[in-house]
């Protein structure tokens, strides 16, 4: 959202680490469009026009380059991810900036999808 974000961090040499749980949408604002769309009696299909970052994904690990960063990813695979952690640590250790983008599934899990939530007595 803020690539310039980027360039400042690696111009001021800022020790960074950025992992983005990308889920390639505004995922928040599709369940608000389908529950909109619920309301007003329209197809709930149509609730990720306008929201879905995907075909084409952006390649946020080449836009974390672009501005001076290491960038990883995207990292789809679990096991991956570990192996990719420990090399981005390594890196921010010695002063670097890295972003490493984490394909993860869209969606909430349903309580979340819900509103419900659990209380911490629960």
Do not use: K
């Amino acid at each position: 959202m803020g690539v310039s974000a980027l360039w400042t961090a690696a111009n001021a040499r800022i020790p960074l680490l950025i992992i983005v749980a990308n889920n390639r949408s505004f995922f928040n604002d599709e369940l608000h469009q389908e529950r909109v769309a619920r309301d007003r009696n329209r197809p709930i299909e149509n609730r990720w026009i306008g929201q879905r970052i995907d075909d084409p994904a952006p390649d946020l690990a080449g836009l974390a380059r672009a501005q001076g960063l290491t960038g990883f990813g995207p990292v789809s695979e679990p096991a991956e991810l570990v192996g990719v952690l420990r090399n981005a640590v390594e890196i921010v250790r010695a002063g670097g900036c890295v972003v490493v983008d984490v394909h993860v599934t869209p969606g909430y899990s349903p309580a979340m999808s819900s509103g419900m939530t659990r209380s911490h007595d629960d």
